[in-house]
């Protein structure tokens, strides 16, 4: 492997050179600041030809995997997606490889910060410390991340008389805005509870804007062999629940809604009402812009959500939107949508996996 020296006054200008020279996937070896004595003030980057074999340890002056480095290509990205940090985290290509795939999974820079500044990478400590700082960052993303299983134990719901039911009975109430996933996710959760777990699973539809609405569910109903009842008004609601007497999980649809038309949501509001013991699940899509994500969540937030259910992280080109949305609203996430096959794809909520999916795009 043929290692060349850059160096210059700027990061700025060091990554010019060696673009110049070496194209824009070369890959970069190490960063570092000049500032011993007998050298010039200004940055100095290592790098090597792509296609140069710097997966060798012993080759490999920084002693770096290849897919801890970054790529010209990238360094250029990064420093004109973020103000001045470049120079701060330059010390060390881990730190910077994971800070530009957060960037690059569209982690808002904000919270990446965040998780870099709770880890210390920002306070310059020596090269030899920042594999532990890298460990500590992704640690702190990993306890951002709270997952919940609804179905695992009964969720405590404040106020709740009983009226409408079975003490151990788990109520689940899908809510999201039109076309986000309600039906389809909810066809495969029935699925899923049953045939994994065994559990006598009845379906609710609260529906009462659509003409077919009840059709979708009941078709899935009808293929698992489970009840089905449509509800117009809280009335029905309680009726249909005392129906699904002896059910261990009641599974609740309800209409897509507009994340601005509040006044719809709060009519559901008052159907769910929190003496039913309902709780309620927020639909996210993935594949939505984030400020679209981001009004969802607030404007749904009368309704009290236990929990987000991230959908269509199959369309989605990028997943950071998910870290996102829980550092704004801290909520767990209790499943994640990977496609339209019923039952198939859907996914207990689980860190590492999420993880993964922040970091996935290299
Ligand atoms: N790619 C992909 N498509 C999905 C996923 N989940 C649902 N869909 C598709 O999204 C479309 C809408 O799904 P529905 O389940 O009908 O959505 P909904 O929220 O019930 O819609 P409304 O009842 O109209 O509010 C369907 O074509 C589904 O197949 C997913 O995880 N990935
Ligand atoms: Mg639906």
Known sequence: MRVKKYRANTIKEAIGRVRKVLGPEAMIISTRKLR????????????AQ???DISNKDSNPLGEVKSELMSIKEMIYLLNHSDGIMERLMMNPGILNLYARLIRNGVNDH???????????????????????RRKAIRE??????????FEARLPQPGMSGQAGDKNRIIAAFIGTTGVGKTTTIAKLAAQLMLKTRKKVGIISIDNYRIGAMEQLKTYANILGIPCFPAFNRKDLVFALKRMGGRDVVL??????????TSRIEELRKIITADLDISCHLLLSVATTESEMNKAAINFGPLNCHSYIFTKADEAERCGSIINQIMKLRLPISYITTGQ????????ANREKILNLLLSRN
Request: zero cysteines.
């Open 50 to 52: 792509p296609g140069d």
């Open 252 to 261: 609740i649809d309800t209409a897509g809604q507009s994340q601005y038309d």
């Open 341 to 348: 096959n019923v039952p198939e794809d859907i996914e207990k």
């Open 36 to 47: 011993g004595r007998g050298e010039d003030n200004g940055f100095e980057i290592a790098a």
């Open 111 to 133: 919270y990446a910060r965040i998780f870099l500044e709770r880890a210390g990478a920002l306070k310059g400590h020596p090269p030899n410390h920042m594999d532990n700082i």
């Open 141 to 150: 993303i990993m306890q951002t991340i709270e997952v919940r299983d609804p």
